[in-house]
């Protein structure tokens, strides 16, 4: 949640939460080239945001940030005004009737159930390892998203989640954007501590 910003050197105070109800403070850089997107209470698709501005944001706004990190001190890339948070992990299990998949998460650790709806699930292609490194502007990231059906997921991809958090569940997630690359991740990791395959824009084209 944002608690404070610097229109000077357009600095934001952000209240981050943790695991088990517990909090920090951190500070996000959004002077340099940010992509902001807005999406309403209930969105129900990644197409649903909009296109939005530094002078949009207000304290109290719940955002996600995705971006290059040193700790306490985020350098934002893209910041996301709504109840939408990136998830980043592999998939552990697959439920092809209710076209739920179960997501071991990067970082966390934790076990994440995401229900996928129909048309929500892409393929990033070309997809080579040195492409997806952290880029300055999401509006750089060099692949192309091809839309792809739950049949075409499989245990130990790893994928990246634009997911909705479902009210009074904190382990079930509605997965409005889910990409996948098909790289070698299931079989060759990266540590999580790099951000590499969740830097997605929902508002990007697809082919």
Request: aromatic share 6%; hydrophobic share 40%; charged share 20%.
């Given at each position: ?49 909009v ?5 949009r944001l ?9 971006g ?16 939408v948070?990136?998830?980043?992990g ?6 092809g ?25 892409f393929?990033?292609?070309?997809f ?7 880029a ?12 792809i059906?739950f ?10 989640v ?11 997630v ?24 969740w ?7 697809v082919?």
């Amino acid at each position: 949640m944002v608690t404070g910003l610097n229109d000077e050197n357009q600095t934001i105070r952000l209240k981050e939460e943790l695991a088990d109800g517990a909090s920090q403070q951190a500070t996000v850089h959004a002077s340099d080239p940010v992509l902001f997107r807005d999406y309403s209470s209930q969105p129900q698709s990644g197409r649903d945001g909009v296109g939005s501005a530094w002078a949009r944001l207000k304290i109290g706004d719940r955002i996600y940030v995705q971006g290059r990190r040193s700790g306490l001190e985020i350098h934002a890339a893209v910041i996301i005004v709504g109840a939408v948070r990136g998830v980043v992990g592999t998939i552990v299990s697959m439920n092809g009737l209710g076209e739920f998949i179960e997501v071991h998460e990067l970082g966390s650790g934790n076990s994440l159930k995401v229900q996928t709806p129909g048309g929500a699930i892409f393929r990033a292609s070309p997809f080579v390892e040195p492409a997806v490194t952290p880029a300055p502007s999401a509006s750089s990231v060099p692949w192309d998203l091809n839309p792809i059906a739950f049949a075409d997921l499989q245990k130990g991809d790893t994928i990246s989640v634009l997911a909705r958090e479902e009210e009074g569940s904190e382990h079930t997630v509605t997965g409005l954007m889910v990409v996948t690359g098909f790289g070698s991740y299931g079989i060759n990791p990266l540590p999580s501590s790099i951000a590499a395959f969740w830097f997605i824009d929902p508002l990007k084209a697809v082919r």
